[in-house]
């Protein structure tokens, strides 16, 4: 297998959220391209290659965003591939980046992601075209959405290994208040178990404040291989092991409807490749598009044995952390940007630069990112090099 040593050289996020000020797509893309230069010590003649991810060309209305981002990123005449996968277009498009450069055929790649999500389209319309992404046919059509469909799975896994509604509650607490310390946060809040049990009910068990939200967003990765990268040796964040693996698009279709089963197959090849295991990740971003779905992540990677997931706590000062960022739920929503943001987020907790009190010492890390109910798991192990 050969060896994944693709560093992080720098990066940006627009801040995820509901855009208020008449800006676009097009504007974040330049304002977290410039960032994410200005962060690398790099100038636009340096990039070679551009990869975009963008989830719904009918949230942003613009058909081919590819061909415009690069013409409004001013990187002209580089080759530019668009990159979509559901929830997890951010992350796969970072795979695609690391792709690139490890084939030999680029030297220095753009990876850049962005969503409209929360403030171009009428709440209920993007919910109905986010029910579209499963199967548009069976499930889509007939009104069954993202919400009905988590919950299911959630309500198998809860039987199965005893979670209960107020351990979900303490995800969505824990979550929040991450994202009190993350800049780019859409929700940071501090909350109490009694404030999400409390919040109004969705899809049992799935109450308001188990549901991460539709957020705007973007963010932007340079990356290169480790022997064209500024910076000194063993000070770099870097991704050293990328995999994806995919699942029935029906969950109904499975053996096993509460088990993740595309993380468990990703994180397999993912650690392999890193040539470490899951008990060796200090640190972890995981897609909680709702509450139960960061336990459900946590099992299916062998992070944590699911009979013990009422026990363990996963804070900042406890021995594996996830979703110091604040995750979905805190950091917010923006499909195309969040896999991009999990990477800058972890590369900087892995440098000491994520701005935590006190810092975060991790040697590992975790990203993880899905479509669908984890139809489709794009994983990322990260590390100093």
Not at 152 to 166: D, P
Request: charged fraction near 20%; proline fraction near 4%.
């Amino acid at each position: 297998m050969a060896q994944c040593d693709i560093v992080v050289c720098g990066g940006a996020v627009r801040p995820f959220g509901r855009s208020r000020d008449a800006s676009s797509p097009r504007d974040w893309v330049r304002e977290v391209v410039d960032g994410a230069l200005r962060d690398a010590g790099l100038e636009r003649r340096d990039v070679d290659a551009m990869v975009l991810a963008c989830e719904s060309d009918h949230l942003s209305m613009q058909l081919s965003p590819g061909a415009l981002m690069v013409d409004e990123a001013g990187l002209l005449p580089c080759p530019v591939l668009r990159v979509e996968c559901g929830g997890a277009s951010g992350a796969a498009a970072v795979r695609a980046g690391v792709m690139h450069l490890m084939s030999g055929l680029h030297r220095c790649v753009l990876v850049v992601g962005f969503e409209h999500a929360a403030s171009h389209l009428a709440a209920d319309d993007v919910r109905r075209l986010y029910g579209l992404s499963f199967d548009a046919d069976i499930e889509g059509m007939t009104g069954v959405g993202a919400t009905q469909l988590y919950a299911l799975s959630m309500r198998l896994f809860m039987q199965r290994y005893g979670v209960t509604e107020a351990r979900m509650a303490q995800v969505s607490v824990k979550n929040h208040g991450h994202a009190m310390h993350n800049p780019w946060a859409h929700l940071p809040r501090k909350l109490s178990v009694d404030d999400v049990m409390a919040s109004r009910p969705i899809s049992a068990p799935y109450k308001l404040l188990d549901c991460s939200p539709l957020s705007d967003g973007a963010a932007a990765l340079v990356l290169m291989r480790a022997a064209a990268a500024p910076g000194p040796a063993g000070a770099r964040a870097a991704i050293l092991g990328t995999a994806c693996a995919s699942d029935h698009v029906r969950i109904g279709d499975r053996a096993r409807p509460e088990w993740f089963s595309s993380k468990a197959q990703a994180g397999k090849l993912a650690f392999a490749m890193a040539g470490i295991g899951p008990q060796d990740i200090d640190v972890a971003e995981l897609y909680d598009a709702y509450s139960g779905a960061e336990l459900q992540a946590i099992a299916a990677y062998g992070l944590a044995a699911p009979e013990r997931l009422g026990q363990l706590e996963f804070g900042a000062a406890d021995r594996l952390a996830v979703n110091l960022s604040g995750g979905l739920l805190g950091q917010g929503a923006a499909p195309g940007a969040t896999g991009v943001a999990q990477i800058l987020a972890l590369a900087r907790i892995l440098t000491g630069r994520f701005g935590l009190q006190p810092a975060r010492t991790a040697r590992y890390a975790l990203a993880d990112a899905h479509g669908g109910v984890a139809t489709v798991t794009v994983a990322h192990v990260m590390g100093l090099l």
